[in-house]
């Protein structure tokens, strides 16, 4: 099973603290790094699209990946355009994982209707896929290097009954390690290969400095275990990579 860290914002007062820690995690041996997108929730976190570029230009080796980003709240175009720009940039390192979020005040500040979510998700992913699929939105040629003109990798997080769409609709899946607990992630994980599943990621591992690592170890071995491809863990202030990093050879 492949390790990846999320990227932590800290609290603003040094401006490289992203470059730092997409540095420092990939000097460390993580396999991927990762941008998760909050907002309107009593603190401040980076765009992920400039979160990722910033690593991007960081780093050369670490697959780099959203988890997750909030499609209703997007142009799709606009979506397109940045991926196409971040992969691009990253040399086609970009793990685009998208949902409709589960958070109204995210919706709220962005004068959104968070009831229709799923509805609207499902508008701009149509939209998102024909501009990966073509190279096009509505009529007009989006021209997309032909490097990058594919798209990035789609993949969904989500849970419940789209956990079968994740399998046969996207090219991965990613479950919330925050959210779910361990078993449940696993019994998710059988209906997603089940139904025909590709890459399997659990995100958002929480770990804090009181946090016993060798209970971690024992969590993260498990999600190895249940057949997860990837595991995303979130180090908070206080937390060794290098020691997490070990967990898992």
Known sequence: MRLGALLVPGDGSEASVIADQAKNLEAAGYDSIWSAQAMGR??????PFICLAVAAA????????MAILQLPLYNATDVAMKAFSLAQVSGNRLLLGVGAGSTEADYQIHG????????????????????FAEGTAKGGDLNPWPGVAAGPPLLFGTWGGNVATAATEFDGWIASGM?????ECAAALEVYRNSGGGRAV??????FAETDL??????????????????VVMCQPGVSIDDVRALIS
């Open 202 to 207: 659990v995100s958002t591992i929480r770990i």
């Open 112 to 131: 959104e209707d968070f009831q229709n979510r799923f509805r609207t998700f499902n508008e701009r992913l149509s939209q998102l896929r024909e501009a």
């Open 58 to 65: 960081v780093t050369g080796k670490a697959e780099l990946g």
């Open 214 to 231: 060798g209970e971690m170890k024992d969590i993260l071995l498990g999600y190895a275990d249940a057949g997860f491809d990837d595991a």
């Open 179 to 183: 959210h779910r607990s361990p078993d």
């Open 42 to 47: 009593g603190f401040m976190m980076h765009d």
